[in-house]
């Protein structure tokens, strides 16, 4: 079965820039997307088809998708960025999602 | 605005049923594919089943294969989840989602425990 693989966590300084990876084997192939959740939230669609924004995500919020590897990069990163961040991906017609990267910012 | 709102979870001992559902509103629910997604306590999301716009076509995940059926009545904009013969490894927070086929919205969720 197809995988996704995430860093467990990722620490930022608020202000500087945060990149966090996801891999899968040829995953360029597909689209990738990702989605933020804080503690005791719902989930929420932040970046979809590994570069588009849906309205309301703060422009910092970019992706990119090449080869294996789909990144989601947050520009000068704010305090209320810090959430748990899941990338995911079709594979034929069954859904799958990384691990999870827990993002901190210092 | 969207809005999707899960119900019917709740404590249940291995090996009984629940049946969760995911009203819809806000949106044309019959154009859309729906998902059920679920978290166990600390865990990253994975993943339930995915049921197509008119419900003619549906798809589990391994885990849960041959256990759980996704339904929708469209005349009723809701979404179910018939869970039989469960197991601990079941309980989690279960999430339906507007298919787009990216998951543009969520709802927040009903608590399945599945304990002795």
């Known amino acids: 079965s197809y995988e996704l693989t995430q860093p467990p966590s990722v620490s930022v300084s608020a202000g500087q820039t945060a990149s966090i990876t996801c891999s899968g084997d040829?995953?360029?192939?597909?689209?990738a997307c990702w989605y933020q959740q804080k503690p005791g939230q719902s989930p929420v669609l932040v970046m979809y088809q590994d570069s588009k924004r849906p309205s309301g995500i703060p422009e910092r919020f970019s992706g990119s998708n090449s080869g294996n590897t789909a990144t989601l990069t947050i520009s000068g990163t704010q305090a209320m960025d810090e959430a748990d961040y899941y990338c995911?991906?079709?594979?034929?017609?069954?859904?799958?999602f990384g691990g999870g990267t827990k993002l901190t910012v210092l | 605005q969207v809005q999707l709102v899960e119900s019917g979870g709740g404590v249940v001992q291995p090996g009984r049923s629940l049946r969760l559902s995911c009203a819809a509103s806000?949106?044309?629910?019959?154009?859309?594919?729906m998902v059920w997604v679920r978290q166990a306590p600390g865990k990253g999301l994975e993943w339930v089943s995915l049921?197509?716009?008119?419900?003619?076509?549906?798809h589990y995940a391994d885990s849960v294969k041959g256990r759980f059926t996704i339904s929708r009545d469209n005349s009723k904009n809701t979404l179910f989840l018939q869970m039989n013969s469960l197991r601990v490894e079941d309980t989690a927070a279960y999430y339906c989602?507007?298919?787009?086929?990216?998951?543009?919205?969520w709802g927040q969720g009903t608590l399945v425990a599945v304990s002795s």
């Open positions: 995911q991906a079709w594979d034929s017609s069954t859904v799958v």
């Open positions: 049921i197509s716009y008119d419900g003619g076509n549906k």
């Open positions: 040829k995953l360029g192939d597909k689209y």
């Open positions: 989602a507007r298919s787009t086929p990216n998951f543009d919205s």
């Open positions: 806000g949106f044309t629910f019959s154009s859309y594919a």
